[in-house]
């Protein structure tokens, strides 16, 4: 990954945690990580836990944020959630899937913040 998409990726869950916390969200874990699966945000409002897959983009010759979410990535973000969720004996916690579209210009400047909600549904 170059270093002005690892950059670009950052300011886009950087500016993503900041559109959540507006909502009254707290962060719980940034990267969690494991064998196979990364969730980019998992936040908390209510106590309901939100697994919150990050995409950022400066154009759409990709496709929009929400499309380069596969089958594939979901079965990936549901085990790494899974893991999590019993790492932290939080197996029966109300729990949800959702999605930060950021859009950002050609310079990395961020513009546009969209949060998609209940994105397995």
């Known amino acids: ?3 002005f998409r690892k950059e670009l990726g ?11 916390e507006k909502r009254g969200f707290k962060l719980k874990e940034k ?14 409002k209510d106590e309901k836990i939100i ?3 990050v ?14 979410i596969t089958e594939a990535k979901k079965r990936h973000l ?10 932290h004996d939080l ?11 950021v ?4 310079k990395n400047n961020i513009k546009k913040v969209e949060i998609l909600e209940d994105i397995f549904v």
């Open 1 to 3: 990954m170059s270093l």
């Open 10 to 20: 950052e300011k886009g869950e950087i500016a993503a945690k900041k559109e959540l």
């Open 31 to 44: 990267n969690f990580l494991i064998r196979g699966g990364e969730i980019d945000l998992i936040m908390e």
């Open 51 to 53: 697994f919150v897959e």
């Open 55 to 68: 995409k950022t983009r400066t154009d759409k010759s990709f496709g929009s944020p929400l499309e380069s």
């Open 78 to 87: 549901i085990h790494t959630a899974q893991v999590y969720l019993h790492k």
């Open 91 to 101: 197996d029966d916690a109300d729990v949800g899937f959702w999605a930060a579209a």
């Open 103 to 106: 859009f950002a210009d050609k």
